[in-house]
């Protein structure tokens, strides 16, 4: 069973800053667009960054300069540099991935089961 987590959520003072990992088990063959969505409270889950697996990156307008998402392929691992964070940061982050398994190469989508930024002010 392929599964994703998350780590690396805490808390953090604004303008500090935090690195999530996900990292992706199972019998893999191909890791391919991965993003990173949040979902602060009372509000709907919204994407922060996606990566192709060539390493282009896309971000939301709200994190473009603060945060940085990179990859690993060789470990099927998943990075967010999250710098100057916000008290508006606060939310879980959840990474998102499609995959190809080893067994039947088909593509399918997987969730994270999150994890938690919390920022104070």
């Known amino acids: 069973q392929v599964q994703l987590v998350e780590s690396g959520g805490g808390l953090v003072q604004a303008g500090g800053s935090l690195r999530l990992s996900c990292a992706a088990s199972g019998i893999i063959f191909s890791l391919n667009g991965v993003g990173w969505y949040r979902q602060g409270p009372g509000k709907q889950r919204e994407l922060v960054a996606t990566i192709s697996i060539s390493g282009r990156t896309n971000y939301a307008d709200s994190v473009k300069g603060r945060f940085t998402i990179s990859r690993d392929n060789a470990k099927n691992a998943v990075y967010l540099q999250m710098n100057n964070l916000k008290p508006e940061d606060k939310a879980v982050y959840y990474c998102?991935?499609?995959?190809?398994?080893?067994?039947?190469?088909?593509?399918?989508?997987?969730w994270g089961q999150g994890t938690q930024v919390t920022v104070s002010s």
């Open positions: 998102n991935a499609d995959i190809t398994t080893a067994g039947d190469y088909v593509l399918r989508n997987y």
